[in-house]
């Protein structure tokens, strides 16, 4: 089975805090992907990696960076907590191709105080 | 650019009996693919059932099916049998292919709640 490990389930942190995300799978899977939950709003992409340093915008990137030095790993990262920024986390991976789906993570849910 | 709406928030449904949520869609392309997420509480977003918009026919597993409707650009999932394990929220996704990129564009989500 594909596995799509987030480091964390539940995160608190304060204003101003720099913040890392982790994930990790184990499928040696091409793509991998950030999105942000929220009630209403459904799952939006914050920032997504084809590759090993390969990275690319979603829609929602503002606030955050990531960084991908091997296959199996993509972080997160706030570089400066806000309260808005104050929801749950997916990460996601795939194989390359349009029909492939994506696993994910069982989430991280992120309280900045 | 596309857009997936879901425009039921939340359903139930009770045990044993059918349900079906909706969600249309808007693209340009020809060639896409949809997909239905299922989010138990608290547990891992997995896959419930896929459609290549070429294929004609609508895609089945075991209780779940669709009814897509390419011209109307609609893609309802269908839950026969509603089991009380079905209780999740879900969301459908959309997938073009020719931006080059594999992102998804969800659907804000349907809350689905079976009851005893």
């Known amino acids: 089975d594909v596995k799509v490990t987030q480091s964390s389930r539940y995160l608190v942190k304060r204003t101003g805090e720099k913040v890392f995300l982790e994930c990790v799978q184990d499928?040696?899977?091409?793509?991998m992907f950030w999105y942000r939950q929220d009630p209403g709003l459904g799952l939006r992409l914050i920032y997504f990696?084809?590759?090993?340093?390969?990275?690319e915008k979603g829609d929602i990137p503002e606030g955050y960076s990531v960084s991908r030095e091997k296959k199996e790993r993509f972080s997160l990262i706030l570089e400066s907590a806000s309260t808005n920024q104050t929801s749950m986390y997916l990460c996601?991976?795939?194989?390359?191709?349009?029909?492939?789906?994506?696993?994910f993570g069982a989430g991280t849910r992120l309280s900045v105080l | 650019a596309q857009t997936v709406t879901q425009s039921q928030p939340e359903m139930s449904v009770q045990e044993a009996e059918t349900v079906t949520l909706s969600c249309t869609y808007d693209t340009s392309e020809n060639n896409y693919y949809l997909f239905w997420y299922k989010q138990p509480p608290s547990r891992q977003m997995i896959l419930v059932i896929r459609?290549?918009?070429?294929?004609?026919q609508n895609a089945t597993e075991n209780r779940f099916s669709v009814n897509f409707q390419k011209a109307a650009k609609s893609f309802s999932l269908k839950i026969s049998d509603s089991q009380l394990g079905d209780t999740a929220m879900y969301f459908c996704a959309f997938m073009g292919t020719t931006s080059g990129t594999y992102k998804y564009i969800f659907g804000t989500g349907t809350r689905l709640k079976v009851l005893a």
């Open positions: 996601a991976s795939s194989l390359g191709g349009a029909k492939n789906i994506q696993y």
């Open positions: 459609q290549e918009a070429y294929k004609q």
């Open positions: 499928m040696d899977h091409e793509n």
């Open positions: 990696s084809y590759d090993v340093k390969m990275k």
